[in-house]
Nanobody, 121 residues
Framework: QVQLAESGGGLVQAGGSLSLSCAAS????????MGWFRQAPGLEREFVAQ???????HYADSVKGRFTISRDNAKKTVYLQLNGLKPEDTAVYYC???????????????GGQGTQVTVSS
């Protein structure tokens, strides 16, 4: 069982930045590919970024070059730095975990409760 707790969402103007964090409660954090998905009102949940234990990353085209995912295996924490935010980035952002090391498998085994990111124009 993996428990995930996100923090760091909020309201920001377009062009601004936010930092999200996710603390994982799990024995073998390094065994999991960690990620972020998001869901805007009325839309399906979509992939944002993933990172495996060695630091290999994969991003959705819509956020590539603006968002950066990272992890600290010692702290069992994954981060998402959001720069150059746009109104279309407004969504609930969910921290996710999937057993294994492929960053290209766009699915997850566990998800957090989510944190709201709102970008005003």
């Amino acid at each position: 069982q993996v428990q995930l707790a996100e923090s760091g969402g909020g309201l920001v103007q377009a062009g601004g930045s936010l930092s999200l964090s996710c603390a994982a409660s799990v024995r073998t954090f390094r065994s999991y590919t960690m990620g972020w998905f998001r869901q805007a009102p009325g839309l399906e949940r979509e992939f944002v970024a993933q990172i495996n234990w060695s630091g290999t990353t994969h991003y959705a085209d819509s956020v590539k070059g603006r968002f950066t995912i990272s992890r600290d295996n010692a702290k069992k924490t994954v981060y998402l730095q959001l720069n150059g935010l746009k109104p279309e980035d407004t969504a609930v952002y969910y921290c996710t975990a999937r057993f294994g090391d492929s960053v290209y498998a766009l699915r997850y085994d566990y998800g957090g409760q989510g944190t709201q990111v709102t970008v005003s124009s």
